[in-house]
């Protein structure tokens, strides 16, 4: 029996409470044909007439008279209770409205008119429970829909499709999913659709017509008619738009630095201490500090979204919500920073300058390269960050990419077994005793240490025995790098082209 069938079992009929028993099996017959059983199983409770729950553990008896409607004159006559059952998962203000309605039920000082209204909020109770229970089903199937079509937009989906996945009728379908969404499933499947050409048309390696394939669309006439209708221009003149009016959004400072070696302001960008530029005084929009405010970036509505590709759940699925906004270009963690640097390069249709870019730091490398070898030679050089708490090695990535790639660098073999960074004891740096050792911030327990914790802390290393015993603190080879917190440990195009001008500076001049 479901929800729709137990409600009109209860509307078509009166009820007068008669008792409570608690349920024992050898009592089970008793009131055959006046009794409703209620029942607890596993995580359910159930309400059941005798011929469903004959091997169940019964809770309570509840004993009453029911009287349906006659349907030829208008009086109400006394039935049997029977094929009645239904469960749903187990409530404690109904096992509680239940308790107390048995308690009642042994007092003789309880009027029976107050125990039928017991029962009747008892049967409220219930009735509330199951059409919750039918919503809450409802709406998750319209959710998982809804998520269908985020990831499978570009398969051919119609109403029938997305109808059945629901496991409702197709009209039923559309007037809930509307309800909910206030747009139809057609409608949200084509802005879908539509958000991801956005992103495609912005790389401009691809014909319109194959664009509109990719994304779902069988006709590129269908396409670019939905296009023009939700965008206000035409597919071919998005991509052909003046790049100077291009809304640019950067959701991490390494964005942010890529734009800024390539002479593009970002339009707004997550601002924070960690990465210090001028950007609000070169007029850019905070969308944030540590991450992006979603309601911020909904009034500034960006033409584009450039982030790092999301890692935990948390933030794929904030990204899934901003991909609602604009298209998101995402750079992946495995790309290195050139690759990084073009892609956002083809975004902002700044390739040339990028290539020009690229050729210029090559060559500055190169003249760096050569001319830190005849001062350093074979000598051991690593980046030890300072933090609230510990110490890190930075590995091959960000630094790492300028000093032991572009540069030619040594690096110990331990540092050469360190992807990112890591977090490093006393001991350890002892066993690795580079030549020379730069300094720099470490973001511990996802804190940046300010510049008096990072001076406290070197003051504490300069008075332990270990630290002093390093060989790049004996020869006073170490450099500092830690006043600008990640300016120059970013992995972008920019501060990897001030740390060049760094390096020089330490080991050259």
């Known amino acids: 029996m479901n929800e729709s069938t137990f409600t009109q079992y209860v509307n078509e009929r009166k009820f007068e409470f008669v008792r409570a028993i608690e349920g024992r099996k050898d009592r089970i017959d008793s009131y055959d044909g006046e009794s409703v059983y209620f029942v607890q199983k596993n995580e359910r409770q159930l309400i059941a007439t005798r011929e469903y729950v004959a091997d169940e553990d019964v809770l309570v008896q509840l004993v009453c008279k029911a009287y349906k409607k006659d349907q030829f004159e208008d009086v109400y006559i006394r039935e049997a209770i029977d094929n009645l059952y239904v469960e749903f998962p187990i409530n404690e203000v109904i096992t509680s409205k239940l308790e ?14 107050t125990l039928t209204c017991w029962f009747y909020e008892l049967l409220y109770l219930v009735l509330q429970q199951l059409n919750d229970q039918k919503k809450d089903s409802l709406q ?12 499978f937009y570009n398969v051919p989906l119609t109403r029938v499709d997305l109808a059945q996945r629901a496991g409702v009728n197709v009209d039923y379908f559309s007037r809930t999913f509307k309800a909910r969404y206030e747009e139809s499933p057609m409608s949200y499947l084509n802005r879908v659709r539509i958000t991801h050409a956005k992103s495609l048309l912005l790389k401009r390696n691809k014909t319109i017509r194959d664009i509109a394939f990719d994304v779902g669309f069988k006709d590129e006439f269908y396409f670019s008619r939905q296009f023009k209708r939700q965008i206000g221009r035409s597919p071919q003149s998005y991509m052909k738009r003046s790049i100077l009016s291009l809304k ?12 800024y070696a390539l002479n593009h302001l970002p339009h707004s960008a997550i601002m924070n201490h960690s990465y210090p ?9 905070e969308i944030g500090q540590e991450s992006v405010d979603v309601d911020k970036l909904v009034t500034i509505q960006p033409d584009v979204v450039i982030q790092k590709a999301p890692m935990s759940d948390a933030v794929k699925t904030k990204s899934e919500l901003i991909n609602q906004i604009a298209p998101v270009v995402n750079l992946a963690y495995e790309g290195t920073w ?9 975004v902002v249709d700044c390739d040339q300058r990028a290539q020009q870019w690229l050729e210029h730091y090559e ?12 001062y350093v030679g074979k000598e051991t050089v690593i980046v030890v960050g300072i933090g609230e708490v510990g110490c890190c090695l930075y590995g091959m990535r960000n630094m790492g990419a300028v000093m032991y790639d572009d540069l030619q660098m040594e690096a110990p073999e331990r540092i050469r077994k360190i992807a990112h960074i890591k977090e490093v004891t006393l001991e350890e740096l002892m066993e690795i005793n580079a030549d020379r050792i730069i300094l720099t911030v470490y973001r511990s327990h996802k804190r940046l240490p300010s510049q008096m914790t990072i001076v406290k802390h070197l003051q504490q290393l300069s008075q332990d025995e270990r630290w002093q015993s390093l060989k790049a603190v004996k020869n006073k080879q170490l450099y500092g790098l830690y006043d600008t917190k990640h300016l120059y440990t970013s992995y972008n195009a920019y501060s ?6 760094k390096l020089s500076e330490f080991f050259v001049t």
């Open 100 to 113: 107390q309605l048995s308690i009642e039920s042994q007092n003789p000082e309880t009027q029976p008119f």
């Open 140 to 151: 998750s199937r319209l959710a998982d829909t809804k998520t269908y079509i985020d990831q």
């Open 248 to 259: 640019v959004a950067s959701l991490h400072h390494l964005v942010t630095g890529h734009l």
């Open 277 to 285: 530029l001028s950007l609000k005084e070169a007029g850019v929009v």
């Open 338 to 346: 050139r690759e990084h640097f073009t892609q956002i390069a083809s």
């Open 363 to 374: 060559h500055k490398a190169s003249s760096i390269r050569d001319s830190i070898k005849k």
């Open 496 to 501: 990897h082209n001030l740390l060049l001008n």
